[in-house]
């Protein structure tokens, strides 16, 4: 019987989509649903053109932001969803031929009583004070740029795609701002440089807006253009217009970006130090209005902070995530997948690494986590022509172990009617060394939005692999429905027996996982008094199964979390899971290895959060029962001080006592991790992370010093330290980085 080839059934599966989809997506062009705005219901602001300069200072005193008309009225969105605001926002609009100006005013009742935790650059805004922009210039009601800032003047910048199933937290732009603290609240001026952006040039072109005020004594959350609490600020199918702008042609952005490196190193157990000097460039161009080309030269990524080790009890590899800048930039136009929940906790956050289609880390390092040097690489992203387009090629050199390779990445995705988008992806590693060492990985995807708050996310893919036939497939298809008392999830992936993804994350191949994730959040008026905001028992089942449906693996999690009205979190668990191993598995070196076989255990768990936003918090994670066929006592857990906004310190633990069914079956895995942070302003700011483990008495240390000398120009001075704590330990191994780059914008 001839077998019906992936890239046939890949077709296939992309003109099903288009006939299940058609009648919803009619429905939804021609209707309404609860989780989008009628134009007739959007609120609307004007901008007003600058009649004068405007004095970046955080005070409001210029003559436009007294004519020009407010953003007033917020709504609640937490705690009490629908109500005003317990304290009033202002916020104007102004424009001259080089920038948008956004001017803001928080009146506080009682501003001593403020929370600014952190001031450096993508602080984390959650445990603080904060005032919030999100911009959509191309007024598609999907993708937008977002500005953040506090109270003490942070700043934080972000993209964000179709309504934030994309987040790109590295995009960094060219803008200011200032604040001024008053007896009666504070007030912030934001400049933002039109070149900075990307918008459909022309006169009396509306965009979406809207503007987001978190007050954290009260935990209280809101929005100008209403939305609710099961959404955040990337819900811009309900954000609010502004109108009036004269924006003229769009920016240029040409961006060009050297760099110098001199590192001095020495390896563990070596006398000798080496000297290194290198030098390379960052390129960024608008080739048009929606379209940015990003090329780099030797890019380097020395000043990376280390990975953060963690305890395994699995025979799986451990997921590290991206931190190198040349690839986090635009990142999330390469993402294949479902739609992570959000403003919600303990839920495993989008990208799903049991299958993570594009995994950007396998570039450049090898499986051994040793980096290989990138020659030079290209990135085209943004929107044209209606489509979302995202291409890379990356040439790495190889080694002895590795042959060099060229990478290619290609993403193709259409915006069709409201909120959904359909989309295709091929992606290539080939050597350069020889012709037959291949992968090919090329497939379809589609998230259709359905009327009401129902989604849903699908994708097949398709591999190639010299050697390899039949079962090179991965799918994957799922339902979601998001509201504020229920929330449920389910669907189902499978990856084909030889399944070949040299560009991706995955774990198992010849499985299929069923998931579901349930639960219910009601808000008792009862227990609100009591200082509860909110319950949520849910389930979050994963079932693997090997193609015949015969189990392989399970993580089951029910579970009761409590939510506090000041933002601590408790929840309690019973996780029963299950094993099936292939071969024998190390827990630790000091035990024998589990044999092959089913293993199946009991498992319960506690999580314990405090206020977040104290001066002193707790984080922690207890687990406790079975283990394999034995048992466990784990814990995870970190202490914060932050006795201002400039110090952070962070010392926390990850242990597992566990007593397996063996021989010598005792056994503890642990990692001690402290990190120190320090700002001494906003562009200036030391970083620290050191991690200790005792089992191999191994330490390893991390410090950066980052200064922003210009707008998106650094100086880094790194150091790493590894040694043993041992008697009979070798010599050191330690490297003193010097990194220094310069921004050239035209």
């Not at 390896?267 to 960024?284: E, L, N, P, R, T």
């Not at 161009?285 to 379209?291: E, N, S």
């Not at 189902?492 to 399944?499: A, C, I, K, Q, R």
């Not at 255990?601 to 959060?609: D, F, K």
Request: aromatic share 10%; charged share 25%.
């Amino acid at each position: 019987m001839r077998r019906t080839q992936p890239w046939t059934t890949a077709a296939c599966y992309l003109a099903f989509i288009f006939a299940s989809a058609a009648p919803a997506l009619a429905q939804s062009a021609n209707g309404t649903t609860t989780a989008a705005r009628r134009p007739s219901e959007r609120k609307e602001l004007v901008a007003l053109p600058a009649s004068g300069a405007i004095r970046l200072d955080g005070v409001l005193d210029e003559e436009v932001w007294k004519r020009a008309p407010g953003a007033t009225g917020f709504v609640q969105s937490e705690p009490r969803e629908g109500q005003p605001a317990t304290e009033q926002t202002e916020v104007f609009v102004a424009f001259d031929a080089d920038n948008l100006y956004i001017g803001a005013f928080m009146r506080d009742s009682d501003p001593s009583r403020e929370i600014v935790n952190d001031i450096r650059k993508d602080f984390r805004e959650d445990d603080q004070d904060d005032f919030e922009v999100i911009l959509d210039t191309f007024h598609d009601r999907r993708n937008g740029y977002v500005f953040i800032t506090n109270p003490a003047g942070g700043r934080v910048d972000r993209q964000i795609a179709n309504e934030g199933r994309e987040i790109n937290s590295s995009w960094d732009a060219i803008w200011d701002v200032r604040t001024q603290r008053r007896d009666d609240g504070w007030t912030a001026e934001m400049r933002i440089p039109f070149r900075t952006l990307r918008f459909v040039p022309g006169a009396d072109q509306p965009w979406g807006i809207n503007f987001s005020r978190r007050i954290r004594r009260k935990n209280e959350v809101t929005f100008w253009s209403p939305i609710p609490r099961s959404f955040n600020l990337m819900r811009l199918s309900m954000a609010g217009e502004v109108s009036g702008l004269k924006v003229g042609a769009a920016g240029r952005d040409i961006r060009i970006k050297p760099y110098v490196l001199e590192n001095t190193v020495r390896d563990i157990g070596v006398s000798k130090y080496d000297q290194k000097f290198d030098a390379g460039v960052d390129m960024k161009l608008a080739v048009t209005r929606g379209l940015t080309l990003d090329g780099t030269i030797r890019p380097d990524f020395a000043q990376v902070e280390a990975d953060e080790q963690q305890v395994n009890l699995t025979q799986f590899a451990q997921f590290f995530p991206e931190k190198r800048e040349a690839f986090l930039e635009n990142s999330g136009m390469f993402y294949v997948g479902d739609a992570a929940r959000l403003n919600r906790v303990f839920v495993p956050a989008t990208p799903d690494d049991d299958n993570l289609l594009f995994f950007s880390r396998r570039i450049g390092i090898r499986n051994d986590r040793r980096p290989l040097p990138i020659d030079a690489g290209a990135r085209l992203t943004g929107m044209a022509g209606g489509f979302g387009i995202g291409l890379i090629n990356m040439q790495v050199r190889g080694d002895d172990v590795t042959d060099a390779n060229n990478y290619t990445v290609v993403r193709l995705r259409r915006n069709v009617a409201r909120g959904s988008d359909i989309g295709v992806l091929f992606m290539q590693r080939q050597s350069t060394e020889n012709g037959d060492n291949y992968n090919r990985v090329a497939g379809v995807d589609a998230n259709i939005r359905f009327v009401g708050r129902l989604d849903w996310n699908s994708y097949f893919v398709g591999t190639r692999t010299p050697g390899r036939t039949g079962g090179q497939y991965s799918a994957r298809t799922s339902l979601n429905w998001e509201g504020n008392f229920f929330h449920g999830k389910g669907g189902v992936m499978s990856l084909g027996e030889n399944f070949n993804n040299d560009l991706g994350f995955y774990r198992r191949i010849g499985v299929k996982k069923w998931f579901a994730d349930i639960g219910i959040r009601p808000r008792p008026e009862a227990l609100r008094k009591r200082g509860i905001r909110e319950l949520h028992p849910h389930i979050v089942w994963d079932l693997f199964t090997d193609q015949g449906n015969h189990m392989v693996q399970k993580r089951l999690h029910s579970g009761q979390t409590f939510f506090f009205e000041n933002g601590a979190v408790v929840e309690l668990s019973y996780n029963p899971a299950f094993n099936l191993l292939d071969r024998p598995l190390r827990l630790s070196p000091k035990v024998d290895p589990l044999p092959a076989g089913p293993y199946g255990w009991n498992e319960w768990g506690l999580l314990a959060n405090t206020d977040q936003s104290r001066r002193i918090s707790l984080s922690s994670r207890l687990a406790w029962g079975e283990l394999y066929n034995g048992t466990q006592q784990t814990i995870n857990a970190s202490v914060t001080l932050r006795p201002n906004y400039r110090i952070r310190l962070t010392s926390g633990v990850q242990r597992t006592a566990g007593d397996l069914a063996l021989a010598n079956g005792k056994f503890v895995n642990s990692f001690w991790t402290t990190r120190a942070n320090y700002s001494f302003s906003p562009n200036m700011f030391i970083d620290a992370l050191s991690q200790y483990d005792p089992s191999s008495k191994q330490l390893n240390a991390n410090v950066r010093f980052n200064l922003i000398h210009h707008p998106l120009s650094d100086l880094f001075i790194v150091y790493n330290d590894q040694r043993f704590l041992t008697p009979e330990a070798p010599i050191a191994g330690r490297s003193v980085i010097l990194k220094f780059t310069q921004m050239m914008a035209f």
